[in-house]
């Protein structure tokens, strides 16, 4: 079982773990704990540096299995036992980070207006894209969407992160914002993102704490994905990263 300091801190860049199994071969090492987001809801998985010394592997790819992170490694693998600082690029996390909270605060826009659920979406450092069942979409409901976007990201939402049981998210349909639930069957505890006032649903991703960070946000082309559905893409301002947090 692998501590995911993510999944409670988004914004730890750092972290000191163990090698305690390694697949030689698939040239992967699983680790006491990890920074590293192993991808999913969309949003791609980190990429960064296990140190061992003076000594640099590159992370280059990061799954979860189960309650378990691999991490692959470039440049060869750690016996069991090795103690690594493990580091993320923290530029692209963050604009990961400010890409999916401006995502789930579209779906609060959209939602709040249309009451439509998501069904597919994705996304990379600075631009995103949702997908939305909307049979009555207006070409000029694209600005007014961007306008509103925008302006519930300037009244500095807080972004809260707390974890519900199972059974008791169940009970509570609005988490579920897209078409079909994507929650595993055998996830036992819930984690929830809360853009206080606008958007709460279930989310394993990676988020900043306030909407203020998310920064300018422009709605891109909307496309149509077939009768009734529009793709909607969001590119978000880019930020001086050396006064980010």
């Known amino acids: 079982m692998t501590d995911k300091i993510y999944s409670t801190d988004a914004y730890a860049r750092e972290s000191d773990a163990t090698v305690v199994e390694?697949?030689?071969?698939?040239?992967?090492?699983?680790?006491?704990?990890?920074?590293?987001?192993?991808?999913?809801?969309?949003?791609?998985?980190?990429?960064?540096?296990?140190?061992?010394?003076d000594d640099r592997l590159d992370v280059v790819r990061v799954t979860s299995d189960g309650d378990r992170v691999w991490h692959w490694l470039e440049g060869g693998l750690p016996?069991?036992?090795?103690?690594?600082?493990a580091a993320i690029d923290w530029e692209r996390?963050?604009?990961?980070?400010?890409?999916?909270?401006?995502?789930?605060?579209?779906?609060?826009v959209i939602w709040d207006r249309f009451q439509s659920p998501v069904t597919g979406g994705d996304m990379k450092p600075g631009q995103g894209r949702l997908d939305f069942e909307l049979p009555d979409w207006n070409p000029d409901f694209k600005l007014e969407v961007e306008a509103e976007l925008?302006?519930?990201?300037?009244?500095?939402?807080?972004?809260d992160v707390s974890f519900l049981p199972r059974q008791e998210a169940d009970?509570?349909?609005?988490?579920i914002r897209t078409k079909v639930?994507?929650?595993?069957?055998?996830?036992?505890?819930?984690?929830?993102?809360?853009?206080?006032?606008?958007d709460r649903q279930a989310d394993g991703g990676t988020h900043v704490h306030n909407t203020e960070e998310v920064g300018a946000v422009t709605v891109g082309k909307v496309e149509s994905k077939g009768r009734g559905f529009r793709r909607i893409r969001v590119v978000i301002d880019e930020l001086d990263m050396g006064v980010q947090p």
């Open 22 to 53: 390694i697949d030689t071969d698939d040239g992967r090492v699983l680790l006491t704990s990890t920074v590293f987001y192993p991808g999913g809801g969309g949003q791609p998985h980190d990429v960064g540096t296990l140190s061992i010394g």
């Open 171 to 175: 009970q509570d349909p609005s988490l």
């Open 93 to 108: 996390r963050y604009a990961l980070m400010r890409t999916h909270t401006a995502m789930h605060a579209l779906c609060g």
């Open 150 to 159: 925008n302006r519930q990201l300037e009244l500095r939402r807080r972004v």
């Open 79 to 85: 016996p069991r036992g090795t103690v690594v600082q």
């Open 181 to 198: 639930s994507l929650l595993p069957p055998e996830l036992q505890e819930v984690r929830v993102i809360d853009i206080v006032g606008l």
